[in-house]
């Protein structure tokens, strides 16, 4: 592939007014170089042209003798490549320079961000209309504010049941209780005997 080779042109800051006045023809002379490649933006969509123009290439050596071919193919081929390289900017910079995969993640959140503040700025700076989307928003809240308190959660409840009369357990408990305690004493008496 070819390397592109771009002239720059460095000088001096001078007063144009002052310039013209001394020398006519060295204004035109001096002007810096224009970038006369062909402005694109993204990589990959002049990589799928070459791409479908490789094809073109390819159905012109149709024409050519078998010997020469495959030689002449590939040197059209690259010739033609080394062409659309050389005469391609990508957001100013060279075939070389450019980025490959376009716009990133990042690149595209950053470029959301500023596109919501100008939604922002534009809504704000509206005369007319500022006072029919304000009451369109307080619609829309009211009617959030509504649609959330007729939102009651489903809370299932513990099936708990009581005993009719808890006298009747006490009684039972202090039964076993006291049997318990009476056993437990005379174990200890017939021991210490």
């Known amino acids: 592939m070819a390397a592109v080779s771009e002239t720059v042109l460095v000088s001096a800051p001078q007063d144009h007014d002052a310039q013209a006045a001394s ?7 001096d002007s810096p170089l224009e970038d006369f490649r062909v402005r694109c933006t993204l990589k990959r969509a002049v990589m799928e042209v070459m791409e479908m123009c490789g094809r073109f290439v390819q159905e012109l050596g149709a024409v050519l003798p078998e010997d020469v071919r495959e030689l002449a193919l590939r040197d059209a ?58 009451e369109s928003v307080i619609k829309t809240l009211k009617a959030q504010h509504a649609s959330l308190k007729q939102y009651h959660p489903v809370v299932h409840p513990l099936d708990l049941k009581c005993d009719p009369d808890p006298g009747t357990q006490c009684v039972i408990s202090g039964r076993v209780i006291f049997s318990e305690l009476h056993w437990i004493l005379e174990e200890v008496n017939s021991d210490s005997i």
């Open 23 to 29: 020398d006519p023809q060295a204004t035109a002379a």
């Open 77 to 134: 081929q690259w010739t033609f490549e080394s062409a659309v390289q050389e005469n391609v900017s990508f957001n100013g910079q060279a075939w070389e320079e450019a980025k490959e995969h376009g716009l990133m993640d990042s690149d595209i959140k950053v470029l959301e961000d500023e596109f919501d503040e100008l939604i922002v700025d534009v809504a704000t700076k509206r005369r007319q209309y500022p006072r029919r989307i304000l």
